[in-house]
């Protein structure tokens, strides 16, 4: 029907942060909210979507009929929950922002106060998009770039690399864009060449932006 253009898909939507323990009373993390892609996760949902989202620690929340929330803390855990779901989806947006390092050892106790420094090694967390672009089968696939410069030449970059139908590039730059705003600027490209600018809107406006070109993209 055309007022429920998603009916009977299934999509998965990752979106928060992730935070990387360090010992049990610290973490690594950064500013997201969470606030795009629970945008992203009720627009899916209203276009009759059957929503999987995976959220990392936000007091944002969604009470959606649509939508399923599994919490996850870290970018493995994140990882384990989207892998589980992919082969039943047909949409995934990898909204989340995914901390790209993690403490290479979580120490079990405490770290006490000592020197005057100390060195956490960090090691890399899995590329969950990434993985998911190289295994996928019928998913249509979107990412988000944030970058604070060269942030076309980068989203166009990711686009390819990981075997992406559409990035939505945001920008740093851009006021009253990107974290925990409740507005936001974007660009679309898609895996076909187009790309299209909006002005700044607000998040819920924003989503149905994206969710209106991935129903165009699944037809073109
Ligand atoms: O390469 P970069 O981290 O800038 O790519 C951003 C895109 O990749 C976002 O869609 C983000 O959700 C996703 N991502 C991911 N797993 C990571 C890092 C990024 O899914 N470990």
Do not use: C
Request: hydrophobic letters at 40%.
């Amino acid at each position: 029907p055309v007022n429920k253009p998603l009916g009977g898909k299934t999509a998965i939507v990752t979106a928060g942060p992730t935070i990387e323990h360090i010992d049990p009373v610290r973490y690594i993390s950064n500013h997201s909210s969470g606030k795009m892609g629970i945008a992203i996760a009720e627009a899916l949902a209203d276009a009759g979507a059957n929503v999987q989202l995976v959220l990392g620690p936000t007091p944002q929340q969604t009470s959606h009929p649509g939508i399923t929330t599994t919490r996850i803390q870290t970018a493995q855990e994140m990882f384990e929950a989207v892998t589980a779901r992919f082969s039943q989806a047909d949409i995934v947006v990898a909204a989340a922002a995914v901390a790209d390092y993690r403490p290479a050892n979580v120490a079990d106790k405490k770290i006490k106060k000592g020197e005057a420094q100390l060195h956490i090694d960090l090691e890399k967390t899995p590329d969950i998009l990434r993985s998911l672009g190289d295994n996928k089968t019928q998913q249509l696939l979107v990412g988000f770039s944030l970058e604070t410069n060269n942030e076309k030449e980068y989203a166009l970059k990711k686009l390819r690399e990981k075997h992406l139908d559409m990035i939505v590039m945001n920008s740093l730059a851009d006021a009253g864009a990107g974290f925990n705003y409740d507005t936001n600027k974007i660009t679309l490209f898609d895996k076909n060449g187009r790309e299209q600018s909006f002005p700044l809107k607000s998040k819920q406006a924003v989503a149905q932006d994206i969710v209106s070109a991935i129903i165009e993209l699944q037809h073109a």
